[in-house]
């Protein structure tokens, strides 16, 4: 190559120069973390209840037990917490009152001092045959309850699981004093066509249990509440 063919290739990467692609480091959107959540076995649902703000209400949280159309256990048995949807400046003391600022309270001019806008219900991932749940009223507390999984068996005994997946209900009307279900949370069942076990169907439940999923599940719970009419002091 002579040197004068050299001379001007030089100039040439001289003046136009490799175009880079910087790959650089960014911030991991929430959606990143909700999916490896998701991936290792963390399931939430929630619901909106801003609705309800303007009352208070104590929410008694349930979890009833079904072995296929048969009610096993209605959730009553034993201690059972209750939590507020919102608490209000007028049940503490007028000291503490007196100590507290409006913008630390959830709505200064109507009183309320911390309002829960959502119910969380969550499941952690199993631990041999239990799966803890978490019903969330933030800012105003938590209930943990636990629910035994059953093993379930293929007609010849050579496949089992205890996989179970949640599912929502369907919108329905506010009443107080009645049991409002939340979470469904089914086992998996056997599919002798296809000689698997699976959990598809109805990707919503119908309040009264009449959906279509349900009576291919051989064991479930619905997780739900009872909300009674609170006076505030």
Same mark, same amino acid.
């Given at each position: #190559?002579?040197?004068?063919?050299? *001379? ?5 990467? @001289?003046a136009?120069p490799a175009?880079?692609h910087?790959?650089k480091?960014v911030e991991?959107?929430?959606?990143t973390y @909700?999916?490896?959540?998701? /991936?290792n076995?963390?399931e939430? &649902?929630s619901?909106d209840i801003?609705a309800?703000r +303007?009352?208070?209400?104590?929410f008694k949280?349930l ?6 159309d048969k009610?096993?256990s209605?959730?009553?048995?034993g201690y059972i917490y209750?939590?507020? /949807?919102r608490?209000m400046?007028s049940?503490f *003391?007028?000291?503490?009152?007196a100590?507290?600022?409006?913008e =630390? #309270?959830?709505?200064?001019?109507s009183?309320?001092?911390s ?5 969380d219900?969550g499941?952690?991932p199993?631990? +041999?045959?239990?799966?803890? @749940?978490?019903?969330?009223?933030p800012s105003q507390?938590?209930v943990?309850?636990?629910?035994k999984? !059953?093993?379930?068996?293929? %007609? =010849?005994g050579?496949?089992?699981? /205890?996989?179970?997946l949640p599912r929502p209900?369907?919108h329905?009307t506010? !009443?107080? =004093?009645?049991f409002? %279900?939340?979470?469904?949370?089914g086992?998996?069942w056997?599919? %002798?066509?296809f000689?698997v076990f699976?959990?598809c169907?109805?990707n919503?439940i119908? %309040?009264?249990l009449?959906?279509g999923? &349900?009576? /291919?599940?051989p064991?479930?719970? @619905? &997780?739900?509440m009872?909300a009674?009419?609170?006076k505030d !002091?």
């Amino acid at each position: #190559m002579s040197s004068r063919i050299y *001379s001007i290739l030089l100039a040439a990467a @001289v003046a136009f120069p490799a175009i880079c692609h910087d790959i650089k480091p960014v911030e991991s959107p929430v959606s990143t973390y @909700v999916e490896l959540l998701k /991936n290792n076995g963390y399931e939430a &649902i929630s619901y909106d209840i801003t609705a309800l703000r +303007d009352t208070t209400y104590s929410f008694k949280f349930l979890v009833r037990e079904y072995e296929g159309d048969k009610l096993v256990s209605d959730g009553s048995e034993g201690y059972i917490y209750l939590l507020k /949807n919102r608490t209000m400046l007028s049940s503490f *003391s007028p000291e503490f009152q007196a100590e507290i600022k409006a913008e =630390d #309270m959830a709505d200064a001019a109507s009183g309320i001092y911390s309002l829960a806008e959502r119910i969380d219900i969550g499941l952690l991932p199993p631990t +041999d045959s239990i799966r803890q @749940v978490a019903i969330m009223l933030p800012s105003q507390g938590a209930v943990f309850k636990q629910l035994k999984l !059953k093993e379930q068996h293929s %007609p =010849d005994g050579k496949q089992s699981t /205890n996989g179970y997946l949640p599912r929502p209900f369907k919108h329905q009307t506010f !009443k107080t =004093d009645e049991f409002i %279900p939340l979470m469904l949370v089914g086992s998996f069942w056997w599919d %002798p066509e296809f000689e698997v076990f699976r959990f598809c169907g109805d990707n919503v439940i119908e %309040p009264d249990l009449s959906s279509g999923i &349900i009576k /291919n599940i051989p064991h479930y719970y @619905v &997780i739900g509440m009872v909300a009674t009419k609170q006076k505030d !002091k």
